[in-house]
Structures are given as structure tokens and as C-alpha cells.
């Protein structure tokens, strides 16, 4: 029979292991700005076209589940289940973690790689009014700003400020 030390040892790596795993999914968060570009974006022909901002609304922009979250949390979850009881309990119970931990784990990256957005309607010079959502960024949009619409040929839009990174002394 093992003892407590045993027992201590294993919590001590099962809790170094999930913060481990919470600062893995934090250093993948966007953190995007105006000098980043969807890597759709790169590489492409883009039609530029001007408008000015009708409405900005806040909005979340739903997380996505590649399966590292699933496969993360199943693992945990195995090995904090192989903690509980002895023999064929034992067995039950590291199979019983792997399933909650994989639907919890999935959850969490979903949540986790969630990103707060804007829906942008911009009433474009020579054209109809269009509605854009994309990762907020700063300087955040407003009514009446001005802005550049950049559309690539596949159809992905993102809209930047008119003035943003000009110089206006610029010749």
C-alpha cells in the first residue's frame, strides 16, 4: 500500500499539469492587430473600397474545437480517474475520467479560444451597405468613421481605418 506522500506526489503533478495546459491555450490567444492580416489575406489581390461606419455592435465570435482540447482534457481526466480506487474500480475509473475530461476539455477550447468581435455596417461610397464582423481590434470602430473595405477574389472581407498608420504630412 502506498503512502500519503505517494498520494501528494501525484495531486502535485496532476494540478502542475492542468496549469501547464491552462498557460498552453492562454499563449495561443490572438492578439491580433491593425499590422496582423488573416493569413487567407497574404499573398492575395484584394479590391479596396471606401465607406463610412452606419452601426457597430459588439459581438462574440464562437471559439473552435480542433480536438487538443478533447485529447487534453480525456488525458487528465485518465489520469486523475487512475487516482480513485484499486484493481478493475480503478480500471472503470480512469475510463470514466477520460470521457468527462474529453467533453470538458472540449468546452473549455471552444471557450478558450473564443474572441470578442465587432459587426460593422459601413455604407460603402459606390455600392450597397454592408454588415462585416471581425476580431475586435484597436482603435475600435465608430458611427461615422471612415473606413477601407478589403475583399479578397475568395470573398474574406476585414475593414481597417481610413487614416489608420498615414501620415498626413506625407507628400
Do not use: W
Not at 462585416?132 to 477574389?153: A, H, S
Amino acid at each position: 500500500m502506498k503512502g500519503k506522500g505517494y498520494l501528494n506526489e501525484k495531486r502535485f503533478f496532476l494540478i502542475t499539469l492542468l496549469a501547464s495546459t491552462a498557460f498552453l491555450f492562454g499563449a495561443c490567444a490572438s492578439r491580433a492587430g491593425y499590422e496582423s492580416v488573416p493569413a487567407a489575406a497574404a499573398g492575395t489581390s484584394q479590391s479596396i473600397k471606401s465607406g463610412t461606419v452606419l452601426d457597430v455592435r459588439l459581438v462574440t465570435i464562437e471559439g473552435q474545437k480542433t480536438g487538443i482540447g478533447y485529447t487534453t482534457g480525456a488525458i487528465l481526466g485518465s489520469a486523475v480517474g487512475q487516482t480513485i480506487g484499486s484493481g478493475s474500480g480503478r480500471i472503470l475509473a480512469a475510463a470514466g475520467g477520460a470521457a468527462v475530461g474529453g467533453i470538458v476539455g472540449d468546452q473549455a477550447e471552444k471557450d478558450l479560444t473564443s474572441k470578442t468581435g465587432q459587426e460593422i455596417t459601413i455604407d460603402l461610397d459606390e455600392g450597397p451597405t454592408i454588415a462585416i464582423v471581425q476580431e475586435n481590434k484597436q482603435p475600435e470602430f465608430n458611427i461615422g468613421d471612415r473606413v477601407t473595405v478589403l475583399e479578397t477574389r475568395a470573398g474574406f472581407s476585414r475593414v481597417k481605418h481610413d487614416s489608420f498608420g498615414i501620415d498626413p504630412n506625407y507628400n
